[in-house]
Structure formats: structure tokens, C-alpha cells
Nanobody, 127 residues
Framework: QVQLVESGGGSVQAGGSLRLSCAAS????????MGWFRQAPGKEREGVAT????????YYGDSVKGRFTISRDNAKSTVYLQMNSLKPEDTAMYYC????????????????????WGQGTQVTVSS
């Protein structure tokens, strides 16, 4: 079992920045994939940025490429999402997630392939 706790959400104006943190605990060695997803009201959950912890390979949704950066601090078992140039359409609940071994990079941004989820942190961007 893995526990994930997000923090760092808030309200910002368009063009601003936020950094989200996800602290992982439990059997994290069995979760080589971690990432960030988001869900806006009335929309499906979508992949924002994910990472294979071992290789450091990263994957980004098209709408955030060039603006968001995922990173990790292995010593702290923490994954970060640096969000720059925020837009009103980035407004959503952001979730941290982790998944087990045996998953392909081709599904790195697919929410259904992730096994563990945090409670989420709200990000609101005003115009």
C-alpha cells in the first residue's frame, strides 16, 4: 500500500506560477511510476505529467508542454509539479498518483493504469 499526500495548490492570476508537492509513503519501491493528473468540473480526469522514477523519463500532456515540469527528490520520496504561465483552463483538482511495475510508457498518461491516488489539491487560475 502506498499513501500519497498533495500540497501546494491555491489561487493565482493568469501568468502566475505554483509548485505542487506529492509526498509518498509506504511500499514506494513497488511504484516506479508517479505523476500528476487533473480533473475539472464536468470533465474527465486527464494526465498532466508523469515520470518513471528509475529512469527519470518524463511525459507531459500536450496542453502543458513547455509550461509544467515534473521532478522528484528521491531522498524525500516526493514528486513535484512546477507550473508556470498558468492559464484559466488549468483550473482543476490536481491529483498525485502512482502505479506498479509492468506498465508501458505508452500508457504513462492514462489515469486508469494508476493504482494509488492522493486526495487532490485545488488549483484555481483567474483571468
Amino acid at each position: 500500500q502506498v499513501q500519497l499526500v498533495e500540497s501546494g495548490g491555491g489561487s493565482v492570476q493568469a501568468g502566475g506560477s505554483l509548485r505542487l508537492s506529492c509526498a509518498a509513503s509506504g511500499y514506494t519501491s513497488n511504484r516506479p511510476w508517479m505523476g500528476w493528473f487533473r480533473q475539472a468540473p464536468g470533465k474527465e480526469r486527464e494526465g498532466v505529467a508523469t515520470m518513471h522514477i528509475g529512469s527519470g523519463s518524463t511525459y507531459y500532456g500536450d496542453s502543458v508542454k513547455g509550461r509544467f515540469t515534473i521532478s522528484r527528490d528521491n531522498a524525500k520520496s516526493t514528486v513535484y509539479l512546477q507550473m508556470n504561465s498558468l492559464k484559466p483552463e488549468d483550473t482543476a483538482m490536481y491529483y498525485c498518483a502512482a502505479r506498479r511495475f509492468g506498465n508501458s510508457w505508452t500508457t504513462a498518461l492514462e489515469p486508469s493504469t494508476y493504482n494509488d491516488w492522493g486526495q487532490g489539491t485545488q488549483v484555481t487560475v483567474s483571468s
